[in-house]
Structures are given as C-alpha cells and as structure tokens.
C-alpha cells in the first residue's frame, strides 16, 4: 500500500516513477497476450475449454482464462515499473557513494532481467495450452519442462545476486552485520533451490515435477523468512 500510496503522492507532483525499459518490455508482453487470448477465443470458440498441458496441469479452464495472462502480466509490470524507481525499496541515488549508486544500478538491472524473464514465462503458459488445446502434443511436455527449467535459473539468478546487494536500503531497519548475515543466506538457499528445480526439470517424471517444484520454492522462501524474522528478533531483544 505504501508503494502504491508514493506513486500516487510522486505523479501528483509531476515526477517520472516509471522505469521505462520494464514498463515497455511489460507494454509488449501485455499485447501480445491479449491477442493470443483473443485469436484462442475466436479458433476453438467462446464456449470451449483448454486442454491441460502434462506437468503443470490437467485441469480443462475455460478458454476464457487464458486472459488471466494479460492482467497477471499488467499487475507484474506495474509493481516492476513503480518499485525500481521507489525509495520505499531503495535509497535516493544521490544520497549514495559513486560505489553504492554502481552497486545500486547493477541490483536493478538484474532486478529488470527477472521481472522480463518471469513475463515470457507466463507468456510461454499461455502458448502451451493454446498448442495443447490444438493438438500439437509433440512438444507438450519438452515445452513444461523447459517452464521449469527457466523457472528454476531465475530463481538461482535471483539468489545468487542477493548476497551483492549494497547496504543501502531504506526500509528494512536492521544492523548492518545481520543484514549481511541474511542476504548470504538467502542467496545461498535461494540459488541452491534454484538449481534443484533445474535438475528436477531435466531428470524428474513430469507428472510430479510440479508439486515438488511447489515444495522447494516453498520450503526455500520459508527458510528465508524464518531466518530473516529470527534475525530480526534477536536483534530486537538486545539492550540498546
């Protein structure tokens, strides 16, 4: 709420929050499947359902689903638009060392890669039912497992970028040593959750990759905030 409460307080005023390569990259993604959807509509008809895709799901949604994609994707690139210009996430770059403000763009640019890999993620589920629903079943499954396996190196990605981030955020309130602390074991955990899901995704039976991909990423973002609260309250029971 705060976030959405600064951009609202930051358009009034006149300033740019909007991260332009996230919000052009999300402007694509979001046409794109928008006529995908439509073009699905029109092929299999508006009373149809889609046909499940092995290894993410089996379940026949109505063909009208495949909207959800659009406004999964407008929510996604909204957040990504607003947070990588916020100073509720991040601090004011001129507040910063030259070092810091390096440290800073190289987060967000990996930040951006993320937020684009996660889109053409979804943009891939919603081809995949579309094919699957038309009966090209070949490349059903390779086409699961490689959601899966780019599912998984975005996570390793994203864990293993964690521990460089600069100390220079402004929201969480913690001693540096501990902040330290956190972030190397949440890169750990979160790279190591990563490449599990990777080999997963190459070796595992496809009917059970997704319910153990949903375990690992649970377990790995639970250890995260177990250890990171932990951390949190032990420094909050010191004596000042």
Request: hydrophobic share 55%; net charge positive.
């Amino acid at each position: 709420m705060s976030l959405w409460l600064e951009a609202i307080a930051r358009i009034s005023r006149g300033e740019l929050i909007v991260d332009r390569r996230i919000a052009t990259a999300y402007c694509v993604l979001v046409a794109t499947t928008t006529i995908f959807a439509l073009v699905a509509v029109v092929w299999f008809g508006s009373g149809s359902n889609l046909q499940g895709v092995p290894g993410i799901g089996d379940n026949f949604d109505s063909v009208w689903s495949l909207f959800a994609a659009p406004v999964i994707l407008t929510l996604l690139g909204l957040f990504g638009s607003f947070s990588l210009t916020s100073t509720l996430f991040y601090a004011r770059p001129e507040k910063l060392s030259p070092d810091a403000q390096r440290g800073l763009e190289r987060v967000k640019n990996t930040d951006r890669r993320l937020l684009i890999g996660i889109g053409i993620l979804v943009l891939f589920v919603q081809l995949l039912r579309i094919l699957s629903t038309a009966g090209f079943s070949i490349p059903i499954e390779f086409g699961a497992r490689t959601i899966f396996f780019v599912s998984g190196a975005i996570l390793a990605s994203g864990g293993n970028v964690i521990p460089k981030i600069p100390f220079f955020s402004g929201w969480w309130q913690i001693d540096r040593a501990i902040y330290t602390t956190v972030v190397r074991f949440s890169g750990w955990v979160l790279t190591i959750a990563g490449i599990a899901i990777c080999v997963l995704a190459v070796f595992g039976k496809i009917e059970n990759i997704q319910t153990s991909v949903a375990i690992i990423m649970g377990s790995g973002f639970g250890l995260v905030i177990i250890y990171a609260l932990s951390k949190a309250l032990m420094m909050a029971k010191k004596p000042a």
